[in-house]
């Protein structure tokens, strides 16, 4: 029996890896997080799965039902959000399994921040605009945060900026972002990213909590800044497709 992490992706059903597919239809039980999926991801589950939703577990009570599958021989998919490498609570799952003798394995989805570039068609890593993208989140009354990953230590870096689980401090966050980035840079809101309930909410760090609070959005949205979102962006063409570059392969042989 197995426990396979499967990345759900943003929620899209058809942005599923084969292999996550394919893990689905095999695997008799399923546990979901279900506020953030798509109902139609479900669908690749076999007809008689037991699926169970874990929005409402905590850590205990899920692998509870992996040990139960476990005993049974039963096989057990269990959904993450976006990718597994990202906010999925893997590590703590992971030790618990290994501690129960349980054995494991993780199947990458597409991730959250990914999904919403694609929506925007924006590339991230602009050449001498932003060549690094900081992944984080904020802290409300989640688990603290490191004090070196302060918010406006990542700041002073001006690189691309995705932000999980903040939009419920937008305003404070678009204000603190602002002394670095300035308060016309470019901060979009990708509500539900590839999801039927999908919106995205362009706007600047002045004005970005406006539209937010205006939409009403509190979760499933992925925060972006920074000034490789800017719309028509105009910008250095980089070294490797540079037509002035040698392409010529150098010889590993001197001559």
Avoid: K
Wanted: hydrophobic fraction near 45%; glycine fraction near 6%; proline fraction near 5%.
């Amino acid at each position: 029996m197995t426990v396979h992490f499967i990345g759900a992706g943003p929620g899209a059903a058809d942005l599923l890896t084969l292999r996550a597919v394919r893990l689905l239809r095999e695997s008799p039980v399923c546990l979901y997080a279900g506020t953030y999926l798509d109902p139609e991801v479900l669908g690749n589950c076999a007809p008689d799965a037991e699926l169970i939703d874990t929005q409402g577990l905590d850590l205990d009570e899920i692998v509870a039902h992996c040990a139960r599958a476990d005993a049974e021989g039963r096989d057990v998919a269990r959904l993450c959000s976006g990718d597994p490498s990202i906010y999925s609570a893997l590590t703590e799952q992971t030790r618990r399994l290994d501690e129960r003798g349980i054995a494991w394995d993780v199947t990458p989805g597409v991730p959250a921040y990914a999904a919403a570039a694609a929506v925007l068609g924006s590339e991230l890593t602009v050449p001498e605009v932003a060549q690094s993208v900081v992944l984080t989140r904020t802290r409300a009354r989640s688990t603290a945060m490191p004090e070196s990953e302060a918010l406006e230590n990542f700041a002073r870096t001006r690189a691309s900026l995705v932000l999980h689980l903040a939009i419920t401090r937008i305003r404070e966050l678009a204000a603190e972002l602002s002394a670095e980035y300035g308060a016309d840079c470019p901060a979009v809101v990708v509500y539900r990213a590839s999801q039927p309930r999908q919106q995205v909410l362009r706007a600047t760090l002045a004005d970005i909590a406006d539209r937010v609070e205006a939409a009403g959005l509190r979760q499933a949205a992925v925060v972006l800044v920074g000034r490789a979102l800017t719309p028509a962006l105009d910008c250095a063409q980089s070294h490797l497709y540079d037509p002035n570059r040698d392409r010529n392969p150098v010889s590993g042989s001197g001559s």
